[in-house]
């Protein structure tokens, strides 16, 4: 059964760190696009980042940009998010997306979604 599973989710302090794993199980990236995604209790699902396999490039939302870095091991099927001076406001389930293709698009388009993985920071 093809699937994604994030993991690295944790409690921290603001300002710690965290690395988020987003592993395909059961397919093999190819040819893709990988896009973090996050929700907060009571508030809309947000993109977080995107990257695409054909040359590396990534993007992120303003309210990460020069804190999270996103990467990729194809390797291991597997795309990171290193979240560094996390902030309070950082707090939400995490989910990874993957599609097939060169572009980053909306959650509903891509192919496969993971369950997602806890990051709750405190103040």
């Known amino acids: 059964e093809a699937q994604l599973v994030e993991s690295g989710g944790d409690t921290v302090q603001a300002g710690e760190s965290l690395r988020l794993s987003c592993a395909a199980s059961?397919?093999?990236?190819?040819?893709?696009?990988v896009a973090w995604f996050r929700q907060a209790p009571g508030k809309e699902r947000e993109d977080v980042s995107c990257i695409i396999s054909k040359d590396g490039t990534a993007v992120y939302s303003d309210s990460v940009k020069g804190r999270f870095t996103v990467s990729r091991d194809d390797a291991k099927n597997t795309v990171f998010l290193q979240m560094d001076r996390l902030k309070p406001e950082d707090t939400a389930t995490y989910s990874c997306?993957?599609?097939?293709?060169?572009?980053?698009?909306?959650?509903?388009?891509?192919?496969?979604w993971g369950q997602g993985t806890q990051v709750t920071v405190s103040s």
């Open positions: 997306a993957y599609r097939r293709g060169y572009y980053c698009t909306t959650y509903e388009r891509y192919d496969y």
């Open positions: 059961g397919f093999t990236f190819e040819d893709y696009a």
